[in-house]
């Protein structure tokens, strides 16, 4: 199954609390490994990203440095509103590597998907991507 | 040209003139409270500041915090995710050059992992004639807690921009580094 959340799938960035244009929110659907959305300072940050329909998803990873606390959320509605929890998790840190993390989540059907860095090991964290496996359903 | 925010508590012994130096960066030299108003509570406010030699800057969010010692309670939580301090102490009281570090060390700890340094700033340097604290305890002070010294006088309104200059440029090195670091890393 595809990774839904790129850009070339049609999913896209709607909000997002930070944006340095050399590392701006676009990067994490950028497909490319290499680049990030950094966040610029103070916490809590985060990063809506909407799928052009209604996506049946059944995975979510996410790579990322720096990250303490983080909580996803996904809202099924035409509109980025009425957010349930996905996930809520506190990732490890070892210095100099990124963190790689398998959510393990339920198959659901999701319309946008809302990011939440509640804390981080350093002032500033990295955002690399999120990859998300899942099939548009016809709407 | 990013725009980055930190988040910056102003602390020291009561009456050194923590708000005194905040306001007077703050409104750019034109207010200095004469009379004397004790802070009850934390004071917020925001101010940003030009990166020299970038398009970048940095906004300051400045937390005027209280220095009575009736009022600590609730400060823990003001420091939580703070990433400087600016440590104000009144050249012509050497107590509250003493308990400078007592204030640095509890800020560093409630600040936790977002915490990056700070500057030990002199205050009420018009006040010569009746000074205790010399600039080279000051400064020797600051080197053995990683801090940078700076000496200033809210009253005359003299050298108030630099410290809060060094702790935005400060900040703006260590994003820039870390983000050096994030693009190795990937
Ligand atoms: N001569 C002189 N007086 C100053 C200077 N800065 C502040 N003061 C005076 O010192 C007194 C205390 O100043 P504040 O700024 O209120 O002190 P503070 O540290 O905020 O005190 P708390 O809020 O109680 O913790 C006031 O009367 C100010 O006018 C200065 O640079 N020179
Ligand atoms: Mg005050």
Same mark, same amino acid.
């Given at each position: ?9 049609? @999913?896209?960035?709607?909000? @997002? ?9 676009? @990067? ?97 964290? @990295? ?13 | $040209? ?15 003139? +923590? ?14 409270? +004469? #009379? ?7 004071? %917020?406010?925001? +101010? ?12 300051? $969010? ?8 009736? %009022? ?6 003001? %420091? &939580?995710?703070?990433? $400087? ?20 060390? =509890? ?8 915490? $990056? ?24 002070? #600051? ?7 700076? &000496?200033?006088?809210? +009253? ?19 994003? =820039?580094? =870390? ?8």
């Amino acid at each position: 199954m595809p990774n839904v959340c790129k850009e070339s799938e049609g @999913a896209h960035v709607v909000l @997002a609390t930070s944006w340095d244009p050399e590392h701006p929110p676009e @990067a994490l659907v950028d497909g490319e490994e290499g680049t990030f959305w950094s966040t610029t300072g103070m916490y809590p940050q985060e990063i809506v990203i909407t799928f052009p329909a209604a996506t049946r998803v059944t995975t979510l990873e996410t790579k990322s440095a720096c990250i303490k606390n983080i909580v996803i959320q996904k809202s099924s509605n035409q509109s980025p509103a009425g957010w349930d929890d996905l996930t809520s998790t506190e990732l490890t840190h070892s210095e100099g590597h990124v963190q790689l993390e398998d959510h393990k989540i339920d198959p659901c059907i999701i319309r946008h998907i809302r990011i939440i860095i509640k804390s981080g090991y350093e002032p500033f964290v @990295a955002l690399y991507s999120i990859v998300m496996e899942g099939t548009p359903i016809e709407s | $040209m990013v725009v980055l925010r930190a988040k910056c508590a102003i602390i020291g012994d009561q009456t050194v003139g +923590k708000s005194a130096v905040t306001q007077a960066f703050h409104s750019d030299g034109s207010h200095f409270p +004469k #009379a004397y108003t004790m802070t009850t509570h934390p004071e %917020l406010c925001v +101010k940003s500041v030009n990166i020299p030699d970038t398009q970048d800057s940095v906004e300051l $969010m400045l937390i005027d915090l209280p220095g009575e010692e009736a %009022l600590q309670e609730n400060i823990t939580s003001y %420091l &939580e995710d703070c990433n $400087m301090v600016v440590v104000v102490f009144d050249v012509t009281r050497s107590q509250t050059f003493e308990n400078s570090i007592t204030w640095l060390n =509890k800020a560093r700890t409630a600040a936790g992992a977002s915490f $990056m340094g700070g500057v030990l700033l002199g205050n009420k340097a018009d006040l010569d004639a009746r000074r205790e604290v010399i600039r080279e305890q000051g400064e020797e002070v #600051a080197r053995t807690n990683d801090l940078d010294y700076f &000496e200033c006088s809210a +009253k005359n309104g003299s050298e108030i921009d630099t410290p809060f200059h060094f702790i935005a440029s400060m900040f703006h090195a260590y994003y =820039k580094d =870390k983000v050096g670091q994030f693009i190795t890393m990937a």
